[in-house]
């Protein structure tokens, strides 16, 4: 798996890439956290993941109630189609704001 | 019965990949699709986390067996390893409703599975679980 970020203000972007499972979940779950603890609304860009588990799941959970403590945005854009499976099996489709890019998340700001 | 995987991996996070792919080729060579075998891919990536996890407690060394096997239209996948043993009790999925980081694991293998449950372990093993799906 792969992390980048971007500043894209008022957000920074997280693009992970590849597989997200148990191996790599621990990495994602510390970059999300990591960029929360900046004091930034973030959005998790997942066009490139070709694979996402529970653990994975479960990490963009943790960011997304993290930022809500901290009353910082929290959304996904471009959700690659195996992650959408997933998040769909978890109910949680609709609870994500969901975008299909950076552009269309900051015109609905 | 027809088997078309039988192996046995190492109970660590970095075989998850490997495991997933030979139960992608596996589903193909038994003619499975693609979105039935991306579910099957699905809950034995989940069962695996279950046995390094909880099952292992991701102790160092050990590990477990993964065998596919197809029987006319159905699907079985069997997990038998050595670790804590465990029972349906285990199998319980949480409600969806509180939203919470963990616990999914045994949801998305219920979801996605026709039937998910231990069965008796065969010789040498501890616990068995089945997971088994019709094919499409």
Partial sequence: ?109 | MDAFLDHTFLASTEILASLRQAVRDACKRAGCGEECSEQVVLAANEASMNVIQHGYRRAAGQHFTLRLSVDGDMLFVHLLDNGVPASDADLRSRALDELRPGGLGVHFMREVMDDVAYRPAPDGFTNCLQLCKRMY
């Fill in chain 1, 1 to 109: 798996m792969d992390i980048q970020t971007e500043d894209r203000p008022p957000f920074k972007v997280l693009r992970l890439s590849g597989d997200v499972d148990l191996h790599s979940s621990p990495e994602a779950r510390e970059a999300i956290l990591a960029c929360l603890k900046q004091k930034s609304s973030l959005l998790v860009d997942l066009s490139a993941v070709t694979y996402m588990d529970s653990s994975g799941v479960a990490s963009l959970v943790e960011g997304y109630q993290t930022a809500k403590k901290q009353g910082l945005k929290f959304g996904l854009i471009a959700v690659a189609q195996p992650v959408m499976n997933v998040l769909k099996l978890a109910r949680l489709d609709k609870v994500f704001p969901i975008h299909a890019s950076f552009e269309e998340c900051v015109a609905g700001v």
